[in-house]
């Protein structure tokens, strides 16, 4: 079975700074998606980046980006130029592209990081 | 619909009751997923229906859970005799892939209190 580790329940950044967060995961499989979710309170679940662990190239998607190190199985989220919009609890989350097996997409997700980013 | 929603948003419940959680994923996609999230943790999956097939509920915490998505759209989540350690936010996720797609969009959630 795969498991997600957040091992920083929380972090804070000053606005307009950098912060990563930190994820690792465990997986027996050589093919899987990893994405990094958003939960603002309201709890609306929203994706902020994907990556296809075939792909060596690191996801970026406008102030986002990861590090994605396959080896180490480590898959760390940059948010550049934090903005107060972005305070939330991320998520890591980990999806198996086992398509024709019977994994189904479902996504198992880390324990989240509380941001607080601070004016 | 533009996203997916989920009602009641809020629900109380007292121990031993049953409650039935609705869920209305984007029109026409064909996977769903239920999953439980307790407060301050990750959401950990329940069950998953590609149409109206129940394809995977291993993760139902228990036979007082069920789940049904009779005609492929509308699924409802269904516990019986609540007890309190049922008490989470209950959310639902669409997605357009069979095998669950690029990616999954989640509802609001319904938070369940039992008392």
């Known amino acids: 079975a795969q498991t997600v580790t957040q091992s920083q329940p929380e972090m804070s950044v000053q606005e307009a700074e950098t912060v990563t967060l930190s994820c690792t995961y465990d997986t027996s499989e050589s093919d899987y998606y990893l994405f990094w979710y958003k939960q603002p309170p309201s709890r609306q679940m929203i994706l902020v980046i994907r990556?296809?662990?075939?792909?060596?190239q690191n996801a970026t998607e406008n102030r986002f980006s990861v590090n994605f190190q396959k080896a180490a199985k480590s898959f760390s989220l940059k948010i550049s130029d934090s903005q107060l919009g972005d305070a939330a609890m991320y998520f890591c989350?980990?999806?198996?592209?086992?398509?024709?097996?019977?994994?189904?997409?479902?996504?198992?997700f880390g324990q989240g990081t509380i941001l607080t980013v601070h004016p | 619909g533009a996203g997916v929603s989920q009602s009641p948003r809020y629900k109380v419940a007292k121990r031993g009751q049953d409650v039935a959680l609705r869920c209305d994923p984007i029109?026409?996609?064909?996977?769903l997923f239920w999953y439980q999230q307790a407060l301050g943790q990750g959401p950990e999956f329940l069950t998953y229906f590609q149409n109206e097939a129940q394809l995977d509920k291993s993760g139902l915490p228990s036979d007082r859970f069920f789940a049904e998505r009779p005609e492929g759209s509308v699924s409802t989540l269904k516990i019986q005799r609540t007890q309190q350690e049922d008490s989470a936010v209950y959310l639902c996720?669409?997605?357009?892939?069979?095998?669950?797609?690029?990616?999954?969009?989640f509802g609001p959630g319904t938070r369940l209190t039992v008392t």
């Open positions: 029109s026409g996609h064909v996977s």
């Open positions: 990556q296809e662990a075939y792909k060596q």
């Open positions: 996720a669409s997605s357009s892939r069979r095998t669950g797609g690029r990616e999954q969009y």
């Open positions: 989350a980990y999806r198996s592209s086992n398509a024709g097996g019977t994994s189904y997409g479902k996504l198992t």
